[in-house]
Every structure is written in structure tokens, then in C-alpha cells.
């Protein structure tokens, strides 16, 4: 019987495990993105800034 809920926990553990590093993976996809995100904020922001400047 124990032997038995061990397999069973271990049946239940296994997915969970692999939800959480699935997880972990879609987040740090997420920070990746907003950092690309900000970056070309960023330089589309320097680029209109020094467009500007040049131009005056």
C-alpha cells in the first residue's frame, strides 16, 4: 500500500515539476521580451532626440 501511494506521488510530482520549469522558462521569455521591448524604446527614443538636435 505504501509502495503504491509512493508511485502515485511521484506520478503527481513529476508534472508539477515540470509545470514549474515550464513556468520558469515562460517568464524569463516574458522579462526577455520587455527588456528588447525597452531597449528599442530606448533607442527609438535617441534616435528622434538626436534627429531633432541635428536638425536644429
Not at 509545470?19 to 521591448?37: C, E, I, P, Y
Amino acid at each position: 500500500m505504501k509502495e503504491m501511494n509512493c508511485g502515485v506521488f511521484d506520478g503527481l510530482h513529476l508534472p508539477l515539476e515540470a509545470k514549474k520549469l515550464q513556468m520558469l522558462h515562460l517568464q524569463s521569455a516574458l522579462h526577455l521580451a520587455q527588456l528588447v521591448g525597452l531597449l528599442q524604446s530606448s533607442i527609438t527614443a535617441f534616435w528622434t532626440w538626436a534627429a531633432r538636435n541635428v536638425s536644429h
